[in-house]
């Protein structure tokens, strides 16, 4: 049985490690960290590792989202 919530579509949520959000993110894998431990980025702890939903990266990016010009 799960414990997992669906997400907005009804399906399970994705997860990535911090090396893809850094790579998608074009940082290091520190940036990342820092923004876990900032409290910025919302992480699942498993482990020694953590595991980041892509809906929580998506709101991280679209709340720094400008505008050119």
Same mark, same amino acid.
């Given at each position: 049985m799960s414990h997992v919530q669906s997400n907005e579509t009804g399906s399970?949520?994705?997860f990535f490690t911090?090396?893809?959000v850094a790579d998608q993110l074009r940082v290091?894998?520190?940036t990342?960290? /820092?923004l876990i431990?900032?409290?910025e980025l919302p992480?699942? !702890?498993v482990g /020694?590792?953590?595991r980041l939903r892509e809906e929580d990266v998506? !709101?991280?990016l679209a709340a720094r989202y400008t505008r050119a010009g």
């Open positions: 399970r949520p994705r911090v090396a893809e290091s894998n520190m990342v960290y /820092r431990q900032a409290g992480a699942v !702890r /020694r590792s953590y998506d !709101r991280y």
